[in-house]
């Protein structure tokens, strides 16, 4: 039997010609679950949902949970005024995520968060982040938001050794694709950073004492074709999930 995975979605909406209205639609990119059925998971989509029963009813039916990427999530989730350069927000997603992961948590179900995921992940733990790098770093970043292609490794990460990410990835320091605008402050309550850019921006997170609760900055899903560390990452993720 293949784990099954459930992916969160992201929500778009655009207007129907000679209408005022607009169709909204759960997508998202196709690479997670490419990755996931590469790693010998069953994915599923799970579609945003304000009702707490069929949330809850999301988290029996999935033996783990992918946080995907997507758009920032509304700063005063954690207790912050939107900083100028925030970008597009959904309510709807961020209370389905938050709640989704703080269950997870609580249960011991195998979390893996991508990008937008690690900054929910941390969130739904207690911590904080930066809504913008750029502007709330006291010292210049390095290029986060990539220009080159999806699964090119554009900057470097050193990560904690000894910790699971090190385990999983069998390197000390690597190299990862990078388009965030955001970052982690604050890991959360029982998280460790497990990652680093060379400008000290957190790139992974990780829960020692839970099952596979980890959260990565950078999209693994765009890069499993061309680099067998990002393989590694969701075959681990999906074995603890069995
Ligand atoms: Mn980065």
């Known amino acids: 039997m293949h784990p099954v995975i459930g992916i969160t979605c992201s929500l778009t909406a655009t207007p129907i010609d000679g209408t005022t209205f607009f169709l909204e639609r759960n997508i998202i990119a196709r690479d997670y679950a490419r990755a ?3 790693a010998g998971g ?3 989509l799970l579609p945003h949902s ?3 029963a069929c949330i809850q009813q999301y988290l029996r039916v999935v033996d783990g949970l992918l946080l995907s990427g997507g758009g920032d999530i509304d700063p005063l989730r954690f207790g912050q005024e939107p900083h100028q350069n925030i970008g597009s927000v959904d309510p709807v997603r961020d209370e389905m995520e938050l709640q989704l992961t703080q ?5 011991d179900l195998p979390i893996f968060a ?3 995921g690690i900054q929910v992940l941390s969130i739904a733990a207690g911590g904080t982040i930066y809504q ?3 502007s709330e770093l006291p010292q210049p970043t390095l290029r986060h938001s990539q220009k080159g292609a999806g699964w090119y490794a554009s900057h470097t990460i050193d990560l904690l050794p000894d910790s699971r990410l090190h385990q999983i990835t069998g390197s000390i320091t690597t190299r990862v694709n990078s388009f965030h605008h955001q970052a982690v402050r604050d890991a959360g309550e029982g998280f460790i950073v497990t990652a680093r850019a060379k400008d000290g921006v957190i790139e992974a997170i990780e829960n020692p004492t839970h099952r596979f609760a980890v959260g990565v900055q950078w999209h693994p899903e765009m890069m499993w074709e061309r680099h067998p560390e990002a393989v590694n990452l969701f075959a681990a993720f999906v074995k603890a999930c069995r």
């Open 103 to 107: 269950k997870a948590l609580a249960a």
């Open 42 to 44: 069953a994915p599923i």
């Open 50 to 52: 304000e009702d707490l």
């Open 36 to 38: 996931i059925e590469h």
């Open 114 to 116: 991508l990008c937008r």
């Open 132 to 134: 913008d790098i750029a």
